[in-house]
C-alpha cells in the first residue's frame, strides 16, 4: 500500500493555475486514480482546514490582481507635443483594459460560485473513502508543544511559531497510530516547503535531521519519502498504480497539459524548477552575503541621517539660545580662525541659516532588506537622490541558457556603478534507458562588490558630512560658553 500525506500547499497547486501549466483535468484525474484503490490518502485536519482557509484566500487574490492590472493600464502614459502622427495612447489603453474589465465582471459575478467549485474539486480527495482524516487531539498538540520546547523543526526558527507544520510532522512520525503498516508500504510526504522540512535548499528531498531522527526512534524511517513536487509523484512514484487502474492513456494526455518533461528530467537531476527559477532566484540573493553587506550599509547611512536631523534641531535651538548682538567681535573672529573658513560671512546668524539649509533635507530611512526588482531611492549629503535600480530582473529560463541581472546605482541617468548576477539554469539529458547522458549544474553568482563599494563611499561622504557638522556646531555652541 502507498500512503500519501500532502502539505498543504499541495492540495491549493492543484486546484490553483498560478504557474499556467496546470490543466483543469488534474485533480479530477487524480480522485478518480485514488478512487479506484490501492493509494490511501493521510489527511490531518490541520490540513484540511487550511486548505479550505487558503482556496477562499486564493479566489478573493484573483480579484484583487485583476484590479491591479486595471489600474497598472490606467496608470501608463505617453509622450505629447509631436507635430504630426501623434499616437492616442487613450485608445490603446482603453483596447487593453476592455477584457480585463470583462474578466473582472464575470469573476465578480461567480466569485461565490468559484468558491463552491473549488471546494467541491477538492472533496472528491477529502470525502474519499480512501482518505483517512485524523483528528488533532490532546496526545498530538503535546507532542507538537515538545518539539516547540525543544526547537525541534519545523519549530527551530526564531520568531516563526510553524505549528501547523509541526502538526504534520507529528502525524508523519506518529503514522503507525493512524494506519496499519506492513513490511513493504510506503509513505510518501509530498510538500514544497523544503526550508521548514527538508535538510536545504539543495537537497529537498532528505529530511531536516531532527525530523529523521524522530523518524528512526519511531521505527518507521524506511518506509518514509519525501519528494517535493506533485508532479514528481505522478511520473515516478504512481506509475504501477495508474497502470493497475488502466489510466496510462488518461494521464499521458494529461502529461501533455501538467507534466513537464523538461522539468521532470530537471527533478531527477536534482536541478531547481524552471517555472519556480524565479522565486529561487530571488530568496537566494536576499539571503546572500553581499547583498547583507549592502543592507548592513544602509543601516550605517541610516545613523549618518540620524545626526543629521539632531543637527538640524540643535542649529535651530542655537537661533533662540545665542543673543547675536551681544556676541563679541572678538568670538566672532576667533571663530571664524577655528572653522578655518567654513562660515561664509561675518554674520552669524546668516551662517547658521545657511547650516541649518545644508541639513534640512527631509531624509527617508533604507530599508532593512533587499529584494529583486525592488529599486530604492537613496538621498545624498548634497541633497541629491541616487537609485539602486535592478535592471533585466525578470527571468524567461530555458534549459542550459544563462541571464544577467544587473544592479545599478544611477544618478538620473547616469551609472555611477554597475554589479550583476549571473544564473545559469543548468539542464540534463538522459537516454531511454534513464540513465544521464550529458548536463550542466544550475547556478547563480553574485558579484555586487562594485555596488558595495560605491555604497561605501557614500557611507563615508556621509561621515565627512557629519563630522564637519559635528565640529560647526561644537565651536559655534562654546561661544555661549
Not at 52 to 69: D, F, S
Not at 440 to 469: G, M, P, W
Request: hydrophobic letters at 40%.
Amino acid at each position: 500500500m502507498k500512503y500519501l500525506l500532502f502539505d498543504t500547499n499541495i492540495y491549493i497547486n492543484m486546484v490553483v493555475n498560478r504557474r499556467n501549466n496546470i490543466s483543469s483535468k488534474l485533480i479530477t484525474d487524480f480522485a478518480a486514480l485514488v478512487a479506484v484503490g490501492g493509494i490511501e490518502i493521510m489527511l490531518p485536519d490541520i490540513v484540511q482546514y487550511e486548505t479550505y482557509k487558503h482556496l477562499e484566500e486564493e479566489v478573493e487574490a484573483i480579484g484583487i490582481l485583476l484590479n491591479k492590472q486595471i489600474s497598472n493600464i490606467k496608470n501608463l502614459y505617453w509622450l505629447t507635443g509631436f507635430q504630426a502622427d501623434e499616437i492616442d495612447a487613450e485608445s490603446y489603453k482603453n483596447r487593453a483594459k476592455k477584457p480585463l474589465c470583462e474578466l473582472l465582471d464575470i469573476f465578480d459575478q461567480q466569485k461565490s460560485n468559484y468558491v463552491t467549485e473549488v471546494r467541491r474539486s477538492i472533496n472528491s480527495i477529502f470525502e474519499s473513502e480512501h482518505t483517512k482524516l485524523i483528528a488533532t487531539d490532546e496526545e498530538l498538540m503535546q507532542k507538537v508543544m515538545k518539539r516547540r520546547i525543544f526547537k525541534k523543526a519545523p519549530m527551530h526558527k526564531e520568531n516563526k511559531e510553524s505549528f501547523a507544520d509541526a502538526l504534520i510532522t507529528e502525524v508523519l512520525i506518529n503514522a503507525k497510530k493512524y494506519i496499519q503498516l506492513n513490511d513493504n508500504d510506503v509513505i510518501y510526504f509530498i510538500t514544497e516547503n523544503y526550508t521548514d522540512f527538508s535538510l536545504n535548499k539543495t537537497q529537498k528531498e532528505f529530511f531536516h535531521p531532527h525530523i529523521e531522527a524522530d523518524l528512526k526512534a519511531a521505527g518507521i524511517f524506511e518506509h518514509v519519502k519525501l519528494i517535493n513536487s506533485f508532479s514528481k509523484l505522478v511520473a515516478l512514484e504512481l506509475q504501477e498504480e495508474i497502470k493497475a487502474a488502466n489510466m496510462e492513456l488518461v494521464f499521458r494526455e494529461a502529461s501533455l497539459e501538467y507534466f513537464d518533461i523538461d522539468a521532470e528530467s530537471r527533478e531527477m537531476a536534482g536541478l531547481p524548477s524552471l517555472s519556480g527559477f524565479q522565486d529561487y532566484m530571488e530568496e537566494y540573493v536576499a539571503e546572500h552575503d553581499e547583498t547583507r553587506l549592502i543592507v548592513e550599509v544602509f543601516e550605517s547611512i541610516n545613523k549618518e541621517i540620524r545626526k543629521i536631523e539632531e543637527m538640524y534641531t540643535a542649529y535651530d535651538r542655537l537661533l533662540s539660545a545665542v543673543d547675536f548682538d551681544a556676541v563679541e567681535p572678538a568670538k566672532l573672529e576667533q571663530l571664524q580662525e577655528r572653522l578655518n573658513g567654513v562660515l561664509s560671512s561675518e554674520n552669524l546668524k546668516n551662517n547658521i541659516l545657511f547650516l541649518m539649509e545644508e541639513t534640512e533635507e527631509e531624509y527617508l530611512d533604507l530599508p532593512d532588506c533587499l529584494y529583486v526588482g525592488a529599486d530604492v531611492d537613496i538621498p545624498t549629503p548634497k541633497h541629491n537622490v541616487l537609485c539602486l535600480h535592478w535592471s533585466d530582473f525578470e527571468l524567461d529560463p530555458e534549459s542550459g541558457e544563462t541571464h544577467t541581472v544587473y544592479l545599478q546605482l544611477k544618478r538620473d541617468a547616469e551609472i555611477i556603478a554597475e554589479s550583476y548576477i549571473e544564473i545559469t539554469y543548468g539542464y540534463m539529458n538522459f537516454n531511454e534507458d534513464g540513465n544521464a547522458t550529458d548536463g550542466c549544474e544550475s547556478d547563480i553568482k553574485v558579484n555586487l562588490n562594485s555596488i558595495i563599494e560605491a555604497l561605501n563611499n557614500l557611507h563615508e561622504e556621509y561621515q565627512d558630512f557629519t563630522s564637519r557638522h559635528e565640529r560647526v556646531l561644537g565651536t559655534i555652541q562654546s561661544i555661549n560658553s
